[in-house]
C-alpha cells in the first residue's frame, strides 16, 4: 500500500515534468512566432537598478554602449538606492567620458528594495518612451544585437513584454547551473511560441510601458518584479515571450551558490503563490501554462518529499521493495541530469520553508568573480 502510493507520486513528480518538456520542444517546431520588423528602432529607456555596483557599473555601461543598436535612440536611467561604494560617482565618470550616449541618475534617498527603486524610474522616464528595458548591472547580454532583437518584437502590437535566453556565465560553480538551463531554456521558449511564458529575467526584460501604467508599475511586495510583471501583462491578454534570438547571461557567484539560488527560488515562489489567483481570468492559451508552472514550482517538490518518506517509512517497516527503490534513487544521482533535478527540487523546498520567515525583498549580494 505505502509502496504503491510512493511509487505513484515519484511517477507523477519526474513524469509530469518529461510530459510538459516534451510538449514544449514539440511547441519549439511549430513555432507561432510573433511577426516583427527587424528595423524597428524605437527610443528606449534602459534602466539599471543599483545597489553596490560600483564593480559592474562601467563594464555594464560599456556592455549598453556596444549594442548594435542607434545611441541617439538610448536613454540609461541608472536608478541607485544610497550606495555606500561609490556606484554614482563611477557612473557619472563614465558617462563624462562617453557622451554620444545619454546616461541619467535617479537617485533614492535610502533603500528599499529593486521592485520601488524600479517605480521610482517609472516615475521618473520621460514620456517620450514608449519601451522601457530593466537589467540587471551584474548581468550581461551576450549578442551585439541582443537589444535590437528585443525590440523588433514590440513591432507587433500583441507582444507586450520581451525577455531572453539564459545562457551560463563564466566563473564560480556551473555544472548545475548549465544542466538547470539546459531543461528550463527549452521550456520557456515552447512556452512561448505557445503563448506566453511566466518566468522572466533580471538580465534583460523588455516592457511596453503603456502596459506597466496600467498595471500601477511593479511589484513591491515579492521578489519576481520581472516574472510577475510578464504574467500579469500575458493574463491581460498580450504576449510575454522569451526570444530565441536573446541571449543574456550573469556570471555565477564564486561562493554561496546555493544561498543565492535559494533566495531567487525564493522569489519564484511568492511569485506563482501570488498568480494562482490569477488563472480564472487567464486567456485559455496562458492558464494551462501558468498551472503547470504553478504546480512544477509549488506541488511538485512537495510530491517528492512525500515519495521519500513513504519509502523511507515502509523500508524501514521491512519492505524490501522500498529499500530497493531508495537505493535505485541514490544510485541514481551518479547521472547529472537527474542529479541536478533532485538539486533544483531540494532547493525549492529549501526556498519554500524560507519564505515563511523572510520573503528577502532586500537582501545581500553574493560575492562573484
Ligand atoms: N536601486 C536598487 N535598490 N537596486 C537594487 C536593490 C535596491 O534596493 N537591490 C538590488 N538591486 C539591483 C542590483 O544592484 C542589481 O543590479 C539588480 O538589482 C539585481 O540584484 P542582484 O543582487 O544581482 O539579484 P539577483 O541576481 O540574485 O536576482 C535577480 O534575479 C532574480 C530572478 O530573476 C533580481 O532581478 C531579482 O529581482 C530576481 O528575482
Ligand atoms: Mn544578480
Known amino acids: 500500500m505505502l509502496e504503491e502510493a510512493a511509487l505513484t507520486l515519484a511517477l507523477l513528480h519526474f513524469g509530469f515534468p ?5 510538449w514544449a520542444k514539440g511547441m519549439l517546431g511549430k513555432s507561432v512566432r510573433a511577426g516583427r520588423d527587424p528595423g524597428f528602432t524605437p527610443r528606449v529607456a534602459v534602466v539599471i537598478p543599483t545597489y553596490n555596483e560600483a ?15 542607434p545611441r541617439d535612440r538610448i536613454t540609461v536611467y541608472i536608478v541607485d538606492s544610497a550606495s555606500s561604494d561609490g556606484t554614482v560617482g563611477k557612473a557619472l565618470d563614465w558617462a563624462s567620458r562617453h557622451k554620444d550616449i545619454e546616461v541619467r541618475i535617479v537617485e533614492e534617498g535610502e533603500r528599499r528594495g529593486k521592485g520601488r527603486a524600479l517605480n521610482t524610474a517609472l516615475n521618473t522616464i520621460d514620456g517620450g518612451f514608449d519601451f522601457i528595458v530593466v537589467t540587471d548591472a551584474d548581468a550581461f547580454w551576450a549578442n551585439r544585437d541582443a537589444l535590437r532583437n528585443a525590440l523588433s518584437y514590440f513591432s507587433d502590437e500583441s507582444v507586450g513584454a520581451v525577455s531572453c535566453v539564459k545562457t551560463p556565465g563564466g566563473g564560480g560553480f556551473t555544472g548545475v547551473e548549465s544542466g538547470y538551463r539546459d531543461f ?37 511586495d515579492i521578489g519576481s518584479d520581472d516574472s510577475h510583471t510578464a504574467t500579469l501583462i500575458a493574463v491581460k491578454g498580450y504576449r510575454a515571450i522569451v526570444a530565441p534570438d536573446v541571449y543574456c547571461y550573469e556570471p555565477v557567484p564564486r561562493r554561496k551558490y546555493f544561498h543565492w539560488r535559494v533566495r531567487r527560488a525564493q522569489h519564484l515562489i511568492q511569485h506563482f503563490a501570488k498568480s494562482i489567483r490569477l488563472l ?33 517509512y515502509s523500508a524501514y517497516k521491512g519492505s524490501p521493495l522500498s529499500l ?25 523546498l529549501v526556498a519554500m520553508v524560507k519564505n515563511a520567515f523572510r520573503k528577502e525583498l532586500v537582501w545581500s549580494k553574493e560575492e562573484k568573480e
Open 18 to 22: 518529461l510530459y510538459y518538456y516534451s
Open 55 to 69: 564593480g559592474n557599473i562601467e563594464r555594464k555601461l560599456e556592455d549598453i554602449y556596444s549594442q548594435d543598436y
Open 184 to 220: 528550463y531554456n527549452v521550456v520557456r521558449l515552447g512556452e512561448s511560441s505557445a503563448y506566453s511564458t511566466p518566468v522572466f529575467h533580471g538580465e534583460l526584460s523588455a516592457y511596453r510601458r503603456r502596459l506597466l501604467e496600467d498595471l500601477g508599475g511593479f511589484p513591491t
Open 280 to 312: 480564472p481570468r487567464s486567456p485559455k492559451a496562458f492558464r494551462k501554462i501558468l498551472a503547470a508552472e504553478i504546480f512544477l514550482h509549488l506541488a511538485n517538490p512537495i510530491l517528492l518529499l512525500i515519495s521519500i518518506a513513504l519509502l523511507a
Open 324 to 348: 530497493s527503490l531508495l537505493a535505485l534513487g541514490t544510485a541514481l544521482l551518479a547521472y547529472k541530469p537527474y542529479r541536478t533535478w533532485i538539486v533544483m527540487q531540494l532547493i525549492l
